[in-house]
Each structure stands twice: as structure tokens, then as C-alpha cells.
């Protein structure tokens, strides 16, 4: 059993599916358990966790020895280093977006066994993973690595967490699916007609900040990667300032905020605070910006403008207008429409 069960949150299950790799390439996974302080697989619990360094060790000294950063999930090797060519091809990209659709092409010249896109749909950005072979027993884990660790990359390269909104799998739930909500985060869905990652598609224009200097730090360490936690999420402002926008009807208070966001009241107000802004700040920004849009746009009456705007009477919409711009909502208007 593990060496030590406070920290444990890997599902022995991602083990097993690393002994069955051993076993398809006809290798003795023995030395790779005991390295990571486990015990031989035929006595680990199937239902029990490992702590999450356990694990890295386990994967990294299995990549080595099998030389084979794909665990074997593939019809073919992927040797070590194979992740890093494709990372170190995406890191001169000037978004996140560009870098992401580099990897997920160039990710089939390692392998015709899966092809991974990257589109977006309205809003949303979707990662997928097509299956072109058969997978085997190794599929469930295959796909959820997969999907893991480009969540990793795409964090990594943008240094921001990245909020995923839903993640599908085309596998019947396993017994550890609540351990793959805190691995995404957002929705998770089984029984999907394919393996899919979902997010914002406003963290595709963040810039892509790392260079090789860092590139060649990660890759000295590369597995940790898919589970770090980065605390900054750079379009988090962005996000924040969206909601807002859509609910000026009915304004929001930061606690009410940070619920909608999945974080502490805390940690938004130090976020925000970092960005040199507020709730407050973001919601007269959405209504200003509101606001304007209808002066330009249309000939309704400044009671109506006010009320779409957030305000709940026209006499304390139009002194905020001036205060804004320093001319009344009616003069801002003709000026506006000529």
C-alpha cells in the first residue's frame, strides 16, 4: 500500500493500467513499484488512492524504463523527450490559442492511433479526441491522461489556471469518478460519444509567456506538470466582467460572485485586487459601457437606457453618466448619432 495515505487522491486504478503498459510491452513492473513506495499489483486495493508524488514516480520511472512517454496506450513508442519536441514547437507561438492548435496538430506525427483538434464553438473552446485505433484495457486511462495533460500544457504556457466548464468521457463511470472532478474541475459526463475538453474560448488570445530557458527547466521534471495548481486565472477578470454585463438587471455582490466562480471571497478579492480592480469597479465599467452602446444604437428614452444600464431611476443614471464622461446622457447621445 502507499507510504502515505494523508495526501493520498490517485485511484489505484491509474496504476494498474501502468502495469498492464509493463505487461503489453513484456516487462516486470516490479522495480517501478517499489521505487514509488508500492507494493507488488496483485495486492493493491483497487478501490484505494496513492499520494499524487507516489504516482509521478511511478509514471516517470516507467517512461524511462519502457522508454515510452505514452505508458504504452499506443501502437508504437512514443520515446522520451517525444512531449517536449512538441512543446518546445508550440512555445514560439504568440497566443495560447495558436500554440494549442500547433501541439494538437503536430500531436499526429507521434502517433495515428488518436488525432486531437482543438475548435471553437460560439464561446467555447473544444479539445477532442478522436480514437483511430483500438485501445484496449488502456483506453479509460488513455484518454484521461491525454486530456489531463494538455490542460497542464495549456495552463503552463499561459501561466494561468484555466477553468474547464465540462469534460466528457466515452466510458461508463468508474468507481473513482469523483476523483476526476477535482482532477478537471467543472462538469464531468461518462458515456460521451467522445473524449472532449471544454473551456472558455477567451484564454485561447492569452499570450504565450514561457521561453526555453523554462521549457528546459519543466522538462527536468516534466510530470508534474498535468497536476499543477497555477492560483492565477489571467482571463478570470475577463470572466468576472461578463457576468456581470449579463446580469446589470441585477446586480451582484462579490460573495455572490465568488460562488458563481467556485472560489473563496478571499481569493477573488485578492485576485481582483492584484488586477487593480473590484467587483464594484467591473460592474460600473459593464454599465458605462452598457449605457453607451445604447446612446448610440437607439432613440429609447433615458428611463429605459437606465434601467438596462443597471439603474433603478434615471436621475442617478444620468449622474453617474457625468461623472463617467462629464456630459449628460442626452448630449453624449447627439453627439454620438451626429
Not at 502515505?4 to 490517485?10: D, F, G, K, L, M
Not at 495560447?96 to 501541439?103: D, E, F, I, M, S
Not at 522538462?219 to 468576472?240: C, G, K, N, T, V
Not at 437606465?306 to 453618466?321: H, M
Request: proline share 5%; hydrophobic share 45%; glycine share 8%.
Amino acid at each position: 500500500m502507499p507510504r502515505s495515505v494523508a495526501r493520498a487522491q490517485t485511484p489505484v486504478a491509474f496504476v494498474a493500467a501502468i502495469v498492464r503498459g509493463y505487461a503489453r510491452r513484456g516487462r516486470d513492473p516490479s522495480v517501478a513499484l517499489r521505487a514509488a513506495g508500492l507494493v507488488s499489483a496483485q495486492h493493491l486495493d483497487p478501490d484505494a488512492r496513492i499520494p499524487l508524488e507516489a504516482f509521478e514516480t511511478l509514471s516517470a520511472h516507467a517512461m524511462r524504463e519502457l522508454d515510452d512517454e505514452a505508458l504504452g496506450w499506443f501502437s508504437r513508442r512514443l520515446p522520451w523527450g517525444s512531449y517536449g519536441m512538441l512543446l518546445r514547437a508550440s512555445l514560439t507561438s504568440p497566443t495560447l490559442g495558436v500554440a494549442l492548435g500547433r501541439w494538437t496538430r503536430h500531436h499526429g506525427l507521434l502517433t495515428d492511433d488518436v488525432s486531437i483538434s482543438l475548435r471553437v464553438e460560439g464561446g467555447t473552446s473544444v479539445v477532442r479526441v478522436e480514437e483511430r485505433a483500438e485501445l484496449g484495457d488502456l483506453r479509460e486511462f488513455c484518454l484521461m491522461s491525454l486530456l489531463r495533460n494538455l490542460h497542464g500544457i495549456a495552463c503552463w504556457l499561459a501561466d494561468s489556471r484555466i477553468a474547464i466548464t465540462d469534460t466528457r468521457f466515452p466510458v461508463p463511470a468508474p468507481t473513482y469518478a469523483e476523483v476526476c472532478g477535482r482532477m478537471f474541475g467543472g462538469a464531468i459526463a461518462f458515456d460521451a460519444t467522445a473524449a472532449e475538453l471544454r473551456f472558455d474560448a477567451g484564454y485561447l488570445g492569452l499570450p504565450v509567456v514561457r521561453d526555453d530557458a523554462a521549457l528546459r527547466r519543466v522538462l527536468q521534471r516534466p510530470i508534474p506538470l498535468m497536476a499543477r495548481q497555477y492560483r492565477q486565472d489571467r482571463q478570470l477578470s475577463q470572466r468576472i466582467a461578463g457576468f456581470i454585463a449579463a446580469n446589470l438587471g441585477q446586480p451582484r455582490d462579490a460573495e455572490e460572485v465568488a460562488r458563481h466562480f467556485g472560489i473563496s471571497l478571499r481569493s477573488l478579492q485578492r485576485y481582483l485586487q492584484a488586477e487593480g480592480t473590484s467587483v464594484l469597479d467591473l460592474a460600473l465599467r459593464a454599465r458605462r459601457v452598457r449605457a453607451e452602446e445604447l446612446l448610440r444604437s437607439s432613440d429609447l428614452p433615458l428611463k429605459r437606457v437606465a434601467s438596462l444600464s443597471g439603474y433603478r431611476d434615471e436621475s442617478s443614471f444620468c449622474r453617474a453618466f457625468r461623472r463617467w464622461t462629464g456630459k449628460t446622457p442626452a448630449d453624449f447621445r447627439r453627439a454620438a448619432q451626429g
